[in-house]
């Protein structure tokens, strides 16, 4: 009962990535890992007006680190002429001994990433504004940008009450239990003279087919059709049969003669062929017997074709 598990890290490998992208041996682990919190640290603390949604790491084999930072508000980050960025690139190199590489990339739709959305009321609450109009006008601005569902909730003394409490508000649906569902979270705190309150905030944003992930990268760079279809083998079509010609001769000055229209007969009746009557064997005929009136006695007749010499 009550056991929740984060959002982010539940789709793991399904189709979220990883934030830290880097393998280190079992002795260097420790060392790095604590390297990549301390550096979010620092650069969260320095950078906390900046609207940063999130900070990726990717080390090289030759002692690299890239950092990307995603942030809403670039221009806060890189300052004038690119000085912030300098900046803070040299104090990262003196801290932690490697290069660094710092790559900005800037957040289009703000009211769709959820921790953007939880720190902005959390600095609302700071400011003494209600909580339950910041929630609302959170969840309005959300659902009008296109995302299917949010879920708002605040903890702590609300409005300064003696007894914590926790607030909550939704519209739309989150399907927390739908691994394909692409649902974003985020959390932050807003730190008041009564104590500290809690926002978090999920937001679904649309569910994620696996051809969808498939295409995704290619939906980025389209190829020219010539390279996506692969090449088919050659069908070698064998050379028509020579027709032999029969030469006609052909009289100077003759005219062709001309031709006679088609008149369409009435079908002819199929005729009995001739082979198969040739083949059936006549019937022999019997004799035939003639009696005379005076003598009284029976007389026999050869069949007609053969002569008395035959019988």
Known sequence: MGHKVHPNAFRLGVFRPWEANWFANPKDYTKMLHEDLEMRRVILARLRN????????????NAQLTVTIHTAKPGIVIGKGGSSVDQLREDLEKRFGNRVRISIQEIKQPELDA???????????????SYKRAMKQAILRTMRSGAKGVRIYCGGRLRGAEMARREWDREGRVPLHTLRADIDFGRATAKTTF?????KCWIYKDQISP?????APVAEETTPLAEVIAPQPEI??????????????????????????RTTAAPKAAAKPKAEAAKKPAAPRKPTTTRTKSAGTARTEPPRGTTGADS
């Open 50 to 61: 900046a609207g940063i949604a999130k900070i990726e790491t990717e080390r090289s084999s």
């Open 115 to 129: 921790q953007l959305v939880a720190e902005n009321i959390a600095s609302q609450i700071e400011r003494r504004i």
């Open 195 to 199: 104590g500290a309150i809690g926002v």
């Open 211 to 215: 051809a969808q992930r498939r295409l």
């Open 236 to 261: 070698v079509e064998a050379p028509p049969a020579p027709v032999a010609e029969v030469a006609t001769p052909t009289v100077e000055g003759a005219k062709p003669a001309p031709r006679r229209p």
